[in-house]
């Protein structure tokens, strides 16, 4: 990394730090309690001298020396600069809270509303943060190096983290004020909030990211146009359309083929590997939003689904490197969204020639085609949107969308082959 780019990612991580004190300054002035891993500061800055960002640091020194005792002589050195991160993130929060001392909300709405807020400006500043990928906070770091030792998730180590912090929390004010202070309704909102926000916030970030790694971008990717992806409703008959579109380019083609290279590349069984490929429900994406699962790109301390999802993207990556293929699905259209030289295509289809293409494949219904044909819909939608931020089916994230319905399977290969042709494209 060069002394620039080194630069630039400092300055997108101290600007993190301090809008996630900001955050926490809103959430504070709303006095109804505030995010887990900030409450024991808060609880014993309400019964002691020292501020919230005194404590806070203090707080970041306990968590790296217990990172040290875990790790020992395996604690990389350059983690002791989290103790750093910590002065100045504890002295952005006492910074912060000076500045929004004019937030004084007086009703229960106002307070509430500040607290969604805070939430919302916390999950901007860790995305923020994590973006340069330079180093963790120590809260982070701990519960990283946790997950590593024990080879559990990094969602579930968080959610255990977070309610050890708050029992923690409670012992503090019990015994400093004989009631329980700084754990409220409002620590549970921020728990629950702060998680879908960083989802949301991290679909926002593609100019920035775009930019932090232009360098890298620039030496890695070709101009040529040498790769095309395709995104299909179920039913549609995306398949095999990529399929055959490989076949007149003379292309490799890539779609259940992954599968097997996914099961290589990340060690998960082929049965979950199939059942859980661009699968997700609605209830398990607002259970990875709460365990904030998404800030943490470290193979380690993945959960199983998003190993699969990590795996498939560093295939995808490796596939359109190499060049002259086709890739049907697996969010390769925003995979690959900053890559030069790729059409990005969605294929959808009327609901009569969608149901009548799956009661011929599966064998059963129309009726019951319908159904399936929705589940399996909204499974790749959720997918979607949780990994991507985006909506699966909107037009603006493709190149070209083509309806099978009206052209048919060899009508939408013509119509793909045609916009190929019309950039520029030309069969060697």
């Given at each position: 990394?060069?002394?620039?780019?080194?630069?630039?990612r400092?300055?997108?991580?101290?600007?993190?730090?301090?809008?996630?004190?900001?955050?926490?300054?809103f959430?504070?002035?709303?006095?109804?309690g505030?995010?887990?891993?900030?409450?024991?500061?808060?609880?014993?800055?309400?019964g002691?001298?020292?501020?919230?960002?005194?404590?806070?640091?203090?707080?970041?020194?306990?968590?790296?020396?217990?990172?040290?005792?875990?790790?020992?002589?395996?604690?990389?050195?350059?983690?002791?600069?989290?103790?750093?991160v910590?002065f100045?993130?504890?002295?952005?929060i006492?910074?912060?809270?000076w500045?929004t001392?004019w937030?004084?909300?007086?009703?229960?709405?106002?307070?509430?509303f500040?607290?969604?807020?805070?939430?919302a400006?916390?999950a901007?500043?860790?995305?923020?943060?994590?973006?340069?990928?330079?180093i963790?906070?120590a809260?982070?770091?701990?519960?990283l190096?946790?997950?590593?030792?024990?080879?559990?998730?990094?969602?579930?180590?968080?959610?255990?983290?977070?309610c050890?912090?708050?029992?923690?929390?409670?012992?503090?004010?019990?015994?400093?004020?004989?009631?329980?202070?700084?754990v409220?309704?409002?620590?549970?909102?921020?728990a629950?909030?702060?998680?879908?926000?960083?989802g949301?916030?991290?679909?926002?970030v593609?100019?920035?990211?775009?930019?932090l790694?232009?360098r890298?971008q620039?030496?890695?990717?070709?101009?040529?146009?040498?790769?095309?992806?395709?995104?299909?409703?179920?039913?549609?008959?995306?398949?095999?359309?990529?399929?055959?579109?490989?076949?007149?380019?003379?292309?490799?083609?890539?779609d259940?083929?992954?599968?097997?290279?996914?099961?290589?590349?990340?060690?998960?069984?082929?049965?979950?590997?199939?059942?859980?490929?661009q699968?997700m429900?609605?209830s398990?994406?607002?259970?990875?939003?709460?365990?904030?699962?998404?800030?943490?790109?470290?193979?380690?301390?993945l959960?199983?689904?998003?190993?699969?999802?990590?795996?498939?993207?560093?295939?995808?990556?490796?596939?359109?490197?190499?060049?002259?293929?086709?890739?049907v699905?697996?969010?390769?259209?925003?995979?690959?969204?900053?890559?030069?030289?790729?059409?990005?295509?969605?294929?959808?289809a009327?609901?009569?020639?969608a149901?009548?293409?799956?009661?011929?494949?599966?064998?059963?219904?129309?009726e019951?085609?319908?159904r399936?044909?929705?589940?399996?819909?909204?499974?790749?939608?959720n997918?979607?949107?949780?990994?991507t931020?985006?909506?699966w089916n909107?037009?603006?994230?493709?190149?070209?969308?083509?309806?099978?319905?009206?052209?048919?399977?060899?009508?939408?290969v013509?119509?793909?082959?045609l916009a190929?042709?019309?950039?520029?494209?030309?069969?060697?």
């Open positions: 990394m060069k002394a620039r780019e080194f630069v630039e400092c300055a997108v991580f101290v600007t993190g730090l301090f809008v996630m004190a900001l955050g926490i300054a959430t504070l002035h709303a006095d109804l505030i995010t887990p891993i900030s409450c024991p500061p808060y609880v014993l800055s309400l002691l001298r020292p501020t919230v960002g005194q404590f806070t640091i203090a707080m970041h020194v306990v968590f790296v020396l217990l990172q040290l005792a875990i790790l020992r002589k395996d604690f990389p050195a350059v983690q002791f600069l989290q103790v750093g910590g100045v993130f504890g002295f952005f006492d910074l912060a809270v500045l001392g937030c004084e909300p007086e009703s229960y709405a106002a307070r509430l500040f607290v969604v807020l805070g939430s400006v916390v901007a500043g860790i995305t923020l943060q994590v973006l340069p990928k330079l963790f906070c809260g982070e770091g701990l519960m190096v946790i997950s590593k030792r024990l080879g559990k998730p990094f969602g579930k180590v968080k959610v255990v983290f977070d050890t912090l708050l029992a923690i929390s409670l012992v503090f004010s019990l015994v400093l004020f004989g009631e329980i202070r700084g409220r309704e409002g620590t549970v909102v921020s629950l909030l702060v998680g879908f926000f960083v949301k916030a991290q679909s926002r593609g100019g920035l990211s775009r930019w790694g232009r890298r620039a030496a890695e990717w070709r101009e040529e146009y040498t790769v095309v992806t395709i995104a299909r409703e179920f039913g549609s008959g995306g398949h095999e359309i990529g399929e055959k579109l490989a076949k007149r380019l003379g292309w490799k083609f890539y259940r083929q992954l599968i097997n290279l996914t099961v290589e590349r990340s060690g998960l069984s082929t049965r979950y590997v199939e059942r859980h490929d699968r429900t609605a398990q994406k607002v259970w990875k939003y709460v365990t904030m699962d998404n800030i943490m790109p470290v193979d380690e301390s959960s199983p689904d998003d190993r699969l999802f990590v795996a498939q993207s560093k295939i995808v990556r490796q596939a359109a490197g190499e060049g002259h293929c086709v890739i699905g697996r969010c390769a259209d925003a995979i690959l969204k900053d890559r030069p030289g790729c059409l990005r295509v969605f294929v959808r009327d609901g009569d020639f149901r009548g293409r799956v009661a011929c494949e599966l064998g059963i219904s129309r019951e085609a319908g399936e044909i929705d589940r399996i819909n909204a499974l790749r939608a997918h979607y949107n949780y990994y931020g985006g909506k909107d037009p603006s994230h493709y190149d070209l969308v083509v309806d099978s319905s009206s052209l048919g399977i060899e009508g939408a013509d119509a793909i082959m190929l042709s019309e950039a520029g494209y030309q069969k060697a």
